[in-house]
RNA sequence: UCCUUCUUAGCUCAGCUGGUUAGAGCACAUGACUGUUAAUCAUGGGGUCCCUGGUUCGAGCCCAGGAGAGGGAGCCA
């Protein structure tokens, strides 16, 4: 077992103890090897001088590689220049496991590279901090619900039918019947909840979309609440008292985390103030830019977005000529060579992703401009109406047509479902999608038969309507969803430990 | 399913109008340097230019087909 570990050095100054984790980097000079160990709760520089050590043990440390694995004996000294705050003046080192040509390099690397490699990549300063800050959320989720009298129940992952139709699932064989792995444990939820008041499900997701788009997983984890008593009003209330809890859990206690992964904290403490509520009805004007929001311009501000994406790219083009002849100019010194070697392969990756931008970006007008009342959002609908806002927005009162068939019909306007979806702000868009549901069983036998679903698969849950019915609500959240939008990642894949895509099963 | 971008060393990328022996940085190996922060410096090894076919005196570069990856639309949390 480990007796000390990184996180815990601040009691330890002045003592002897030994650390046992991998090299993560080390640096090399006559006499000295400086090696930055870690070990799952933080990293530690490492300092071995010869003179402190025995000869065997300085000629180990000389063959300590990327992510050797190896114990460390020495002084813990405090060093406000490093990482942690504090030092290992070595005395004695072993190695335990050899490690060589490590795959991932202390340089930057394309995602297919890492995602081939997660199993390493996930060792990486980033990927650390991000599942911290992952494993925080699951924790304040739990907090959250707990604490507020909520049980937690598990919906099945098998499933013999399909919760909003039979497309995007994933079927595997039942001792010899079709099973569907499920997309949803929202209609067991509200079993549960007829039960037990008020309830979540906490597990896997499964989606069979062709998608390859930066937010989308084919399994992914699902947050879904269900409360008795109920209405849509009561459910918006609840999602934003949830969001602000988690963000703030995440805010106080993963300060070090989000720094590492670059995140701004600015907006996220935004968390505090209102989340706008908007209908379906006053969100597509906003999206047409018919009507300002914040004194924005949904349309306008698209396009000035366009504009500055094409300078941008004049301007890292232009660097980039720069410091490509600079590169070329003789009696340059290597170390500022692959300075600027660096700074253009990293100006290349931002080149890249602006020109994909100037390509979706016209594409996104376009659609925003030809929004055709009526239709579901899509995700560049999503994009354009949140980037306009700093907190998430919660969007209810859909048209029937495009919202499930379980969501009740607004008892003042029945062209419309009370259904809600939460749109986290900066571009990022749906992370919750809720409801009330539809309690009338005669109401929602036409609507299952309406989407053309097979009627004795639901059965069990129109018993739910037959035997006692109550208004009740409830909600989804992507789990992978939420750490991106918290971590402002580029993309969820960061978000999981092992991405499960369209096209990627390994590792 | 459709649209779009890409594929050159282990990794990240150059490679001009089609021209002779395909380059750099990182990583790796050896050596130098007592305090480095992606350390630095010197030397060295390392290539099926994604695959198949075609055009050409000549193809990493042009054409056709295929494979793989990125992003987007649809669909969705």
Redesign the pocket.
């Known amino acids: 077992m480990q007796k000390f570990l990184i996180k815990d050095l601040a009691a330890q100054v002045g003592n002897e103890i030994t650390l046992k984790g991998w090299a993560s980097?080390?640096?090399?000079?006559?006499?000295?090897a400086?090696i930055?160990l870690r070990d799952g709760t933080g990293w530690c520089?490492c300092?071995v001088?010869q003179?402190n050590v025995s000869d065997t043990c300085f000629e180990e440390a000389k063959k300590v590689?990327?992510e050797t694995s190896l114990e460390i004996t020495g002084k813990v000294v405090k060093?406000e220049?490093?990482?942690g705050g504090y030092?290992i003046?070595v005395s004695n080192l072993h190695i335990i496991g050899h490690s060589?040509?490590?795959?991932i390099?202390?340089?930057?690397?394309?995602?297919?590279?890492?995602?081939d490699n997660r199993h390493l990549w996930l060792r990486s300063q980033r990927q650390w901090a991000i599942m911290r800050i992952r494993n925080r959320i699951i924790f304040a989720i739990h907090e959250f619900f707990q604490k507020d009298g909520f049980v937690q129940m598990d919906a099945p992952i098998f499933t013999g039918n399909a919760c909003?139709?039979t497309?995007?699932l994933f079927e595997t064989d039942f001792y010899g019947d079709p099973a569907y792995l499920s997309q949803?444990g929202q209609l067991y939820g509200e079993a549960m909840a007829f039960s037990l008041g008020k309830i979540y499900t906490f597990g896997p997701?499964f989606?069979a979309?062709?998608?390859?788009?930066?937010?989308?997983?084919?399994e992914?984890w699902?947050i879904e609440p269900e409360m008795i008593f109920h209405d849509i009003f009561d459910n918006m209330d609840l999602i934003e008292r949830f969001l602000r809890a988690v963000v703030t859990a995440v805010l106080n206690d993963c300060e070090k985390e989000l720094e590492l992964v670059g995140r701004d904290t600015a907006i996220l403490k935004n968390i505090i103030k209102p989340f706008p509520r908007l209908t379906y009805d006053e969100a597509v004007k906003i999206i047409k830019g018919e009507v300002d929001v914040n004194g924005k311009n949904a349309i306008q501000s698209l396009e000035d977005e366009l504009v500055l994406v094409n300078k941008r790219i004049n301007t890292v083009e232009e660097e980039i000529k720069t410091r490509?002849e600079k590169?070329k100019t003789p009696g340059m010194?290597?170390?500022?060579?692959?300075?600027n070697?660096?700074?253009?392969?990293?100006l290349?990756?931002e080149l890249?992703d602006l020109?994909?931008q100037n390509?979706?970006i016209p594409?996104?007008l376009n659609?925003a401009r030809n929004f055709e009342y009526g239709?579901?959002?899509?995700?560049?609908?999503?994009?354009v109406l949140t980037r306009l806002f700093d907190v998430p927005i919660m969007v209810y009162n859909w048209p029937h047509e495009?919202k499930?068939f379980y969501l009740k019909r607004d008892p003042n306007d029945s062209r419309f479902a009370r259904g809600v979806?939460?749109l986290a702000p900066e571009g990022y868009?749906?992370?919750?999608?809720g409801g009330e549901r539809e309690t009338d069983v005669n109401l929602l036998i036409n609507k299952i038969n309406e989407h053309q679903l097979p009627m004795e698969a639901f059965e069990w849950y129109l018993d739910l309507r037959r035997y006692g019915t109550v208004p009740h609500a409830g909600f989804?959240?992507?789990l992978?969803?939420l750490v991106t939008w918290i971590c402002k990642l580029?993309?969820?894949?960061e978000s999981i430990p092992f991405p499960r895509?369209?096209?990627?099963l390994l590792p």
């Open positions: 980097n080390k640096r090399e000079g006559k006499g000295l400086f930055i520089q300092v001088a003179e590689s990327l060093d220049k490093q990482i030092e003046q060589s040509d490590y795959p390099a202390k340089k930057e690397h394309g995602v297919d590279f890492l995602t909003e139709g497309s995007n949803s997701t989606r979309e062709k998608s390859k788009t930066r937010r989308h997983l084919s992914f699902m490509e590169i010194k290597k170390g500022e060579i692959g300075f070697q660096a700074q253009i392969d990293k290349k990756q890249s020109e994909e390509r979706n594409q996104w659609s239709n579901d959002f899509g995700g560049s609908d999503e994009t495009v499930a979806d939460t868009g749906e992370i919750v999608g989804g959240l992507g992978e969803r580029p993309h969820v894949r895509m369209y096209g990627r």
